[in-house]
């Protein structure tokens, strides 16, 4: 499996961006694809996801309201909308998937995810 994220930028606070993650080598029904995040000096952090198959998608409460995950299935790419940028949401952007293993499974947790991509830097300027 590899995962491709793209379109990280410079961009001003207040403004939208979007970031792609291409994904190949599987079908990923049962999977949840997600993007994780880590700011300079922070700990990676989870910023939303969607379970492929049934679209279902799950989000940080940072980010909620101005962050829209999607997925085009024709395309096997999941894509991460984010409006109304903060400086704070600057970081380097990780896709992630992983098996969806328990109906009780958590999207948060880094432990559910198997395949991760090389990060994608978002910055934004006050």
């Known amino acids: 499996v590899q995962l491709q994220a793209s379109g990280g930028g410079l961009v001003q606070a207040g403004s939208s961006l979007g970031l792609s993650c291409a994904a190949s080598g599987r079908t990923f029904i049962g999977w949840i694809m997600s993007w994780f995040r880590q700011a300079p000096g922070k700990e990676r952090e989870f910023v939303g996801g969607?379970?492929?198959?049934?679209?279902?998608?799950y989000y940080a409460d940072s980010v909620k309201g101005r962050f829209t995950i999607s997925r085009d299935n024709t395309k096997n790419t999941v894509y991460l909308q984010m409006n109304n940028l903060k400086p704070e949401d600057t970081a380097v952007y990780y896709c992630?998937?992983?098996?969806?293993?328990?109906?009780?499974?958590?999207?948060?947790?880094?432990?559910?995810?198997?395949?991760w991509g090389q990060g994608t830097l978002v910055t934004v300027s006050s």
């Open positions: 992630a998937a992983g098996r969806v293993r328990s109906i009780v499974f958590v999207p948060s947790n880094q432990g559910t995810y198997d395949y």
């Open positions: 969607i379970i492929w198959s049934v679209g279902t998608t």
